[in-house]
């Protein structure tokens, strides 16, 4: 009996990329797909978010699974270039792939070449040009609209996550309080290992979103602060670039930590002024965001499976 496997090496920190990989294992089942969601014997619990998915713990791999294998896992890579079993490299992050996981790619014998998962077209270019003729399939992540919805966004505040950008978030802090004294007292609020039902809640109430994306194939935080209703300024981290325009938001050069401060400036005088400027900035963030979505997701997760493991399905889509 076919089954599909992804495998995962969580911490217990939030870490959207475990995220994605336990959504992947949900909606497979839905669909009547037999999935699993296997991680190490290591004691982990993840506590900031809610699942549903089957899981098992350092048990070992059937002769006909197949096995999903995160591209940052390095010594997991290089063990299953070894295995006959059917590979999947998941590429969630182009930079950590190629920081981590491609020199063991070359350790896949002709004929046991890994099919590559990509979230987005960026990261999926990247892979088409350093695995030259691999079969790269785009199963993008996604703002859950299920969980991150339009909310009240009445509370002139900036929401933040600095996870990636601890020094620019001061810089850009100190830099707005004297270039811009009007926003002197803007109230921050930062968005740091809360569950993730309280951070779409944080999000709902925010007016402003602080992007602090760095080294991203997309940059879900911003995303999912679109669907939320915020209006976001800030960074775009290589990844923004696939959706953040000028009608969106206000977008600034990576690094350039000034010119982030004034776009946030800006982002704030537009909330406070209303209007229709800051109806069509929300109208088109949030149209934005819903080419991210969960429903969106879910018909390329089906289609691709659907190709590749028919066999792995059991049971009726039940969604």
């Known amino acids: 009996m076919t089954r599909i496997v992804y495998l995962s090496f969580p911490t217990g920190a939030v870490a959207g990329g475990q995220k994605v990989i ?14 699993i969601w296997w ?67 070359d350790a896949f014998a002709p004929g046991h070449s890994p099919v590559f998962f990509a979230v987005g077209a960026i990261n999926a270019n990247t892979i088409r040009r350093v ?3 691999a079969q790269v399939e785009i199963v993008p992540c996604f703002a859950d609209e299920r969980i991150f919805k339009p909310g009240a966004n009445d509370l002139l505040q900036a929401a933040y996550s600095p996870r990636k950008r601890m020094g620019e978030t001061r ?18 609020v930062e968005i740091s290992n809360q569950p993730e039902a309280e951070v779409a809640e944080i999000l709902g109430r925010s007016a402003l979103h602080l ?22 300024a800030g960074f775009m981290g290589i990844g923004g670039r696939q959706y953040m325009t000028a009608e969106n938001g206000f977008w600034a050069p990576d690094d350039d930590c000034e010119a982030a401060a004034d776009a946030l400036a800006e982002a704030a005088d537009v909330v406070a002024t209303g209007g229709a ?35 792995a399905r059991r049971l009726p889509t039940r969604r």
């Open 211 to 232: 992007s602090l994306p760095r080294f991203e194939s997309v940059g879900m935080t911003t995303l999912e602060a679109m669907a939320c209703g915020c209006v976001s």
């Open 171 to 188: 810089i850009i802090r100190q830099f707005l309080s004297k270039a811009h004294p009007r926003h002197v007292g803007l109230p921050w």
């Open 39 to 105: 991680r190490n014997t290591d004691k982990v619990d993840l506590t900031w978010l809610d699942f549903e998915a089957p899981t098992e713990v350092g048990t070992r791999f059937r002769p006909d699974d197949i096995l999903v294998v995160p591209s940052d896992a390095p010594n997991a890579i290089r063990t299953l270039a070894q295995d006959r079993r059917r590979t999947v490299i998941f590429e969630q992050n182009q930079f950590s792939f190629l920081n981590l996981g491609l020199e063991q790619v």
């Open 131 to 133: 695995v030259p003729g």
């Open 277 to 311: 400027r800051l109806a069509a900035l929300r109208d088109a963030a949030r149209a934005t965001a819903d080419q991210w979505s969960y429903a969106r997701f879910l018909i390329k997760l089906e289609e691709v499976w659907e190709r590749l493991a028919p066999e």
């Open 22 to 35: 336990l959504r992947h294992v949900e909606a497979l089942n839905r669909m009547g797909f037999e999935a």
